[in-house]
């Protein structure tokens, strides 16, 4: 029999008083499985399935020629972020078919981070409209791929037609500190807009 999982890996600290759940969303092949793997501090828990002749012909797979699985229900992973928050990972999945799906994970979700891809810049424009429709308020972060072409993140702010306020990072999704990173935008992001909700309020 193999040693237990350590105790810190599986139960949250006494300490954590707040829980957060986050989305991490994007168009097909975008990045999101292995984000949420990179960052999880539990065993992720993935729904991946081998890709068919059959998914090709609804799944646009231009750019993603090595890509042999996609999720079809959704990823989930757990970070704690300091001694008090820890947040909730749900990947959803990117292609146009599985959008309802996750309209429905956005229940209880206080935002989203949204992962882009130079490449194809343009895949992310449904995304983002869904997650508008739905007011949950979200940041941007551009997955920096191998080989794919690095713009001025000025020229993608212009190019999604992005809020000013929106924030825009670049992360490696395979590399824990910039994913870190990129998720720690989008709670500063979250935490501002309830500061600005409460003096609102007084």
């Given at each position: 029999m193999g040693s237990a999982p350590a105790s810190d890996d599986v139960y949250l600290r006494p300490t954590v008083k707040t829980a957060a759940k986050l989305l991490v969303v994007g168009h097909f092949a975008v990045g999101k499985t292995t984000f949420v793997g990179t960052l999880s501090e539990i065993r992720p828990l993935r729904t991946e399935e081998v890709m068919t002749e059959a998914g090709a012909l609804v799944d646009d797979l231009a750019g993603t020629l090595d890509k042999t699985t996609t999720t079809v229900a959704m990823d989930f992973g757990r970070l704690t972020l300091d001694d008090s928050l820890v947040l909730y990972l749900f990947g959803a999945p990117g292609q146009q078919r599985f959008t309802k799906l996750w309209q429905d994970m956005t229940r209880g979700a206080l935002g989203a981070l949204v992962l882009a891809?130079?490449?194809?810049?343009?895949?992310?424009?449904?995304?983002?409209?869904?997650?508008?429709?739905?007011g949950l308020p979200y940041a941007v972060a551009v997955n920096d791929f191998d080989g794919a072409p690095v713009h001025d993140l000025d020229?993608?702010?212009?190019?999604?037609?992005?809020?000013?306020?929106?924030?825009?990072?670049?992360?490696?999704?395979?590399?824990?500190?910039?994913?870190?990173?990129?998720?720690?935008?989008l709670v500063e992001y979250l935490l501002s807009r309830q500061d600005d909700t409460e003096l609102e309020h007084v």
């Open positions: 891809d130079t490449r194809r810049l343009s895949h992310s424009f449904d995304v983002m409209g869904v997650l508008e429709e739905l020229e993608v702010r212009e190019a999604l037609d992005l809020l000013d306020e929106t924030p825009l990072v670049r992360c490696d999704a395979r590399d824990p500190d910039s994913s870190t990173r990129a998720l720690i935008s």
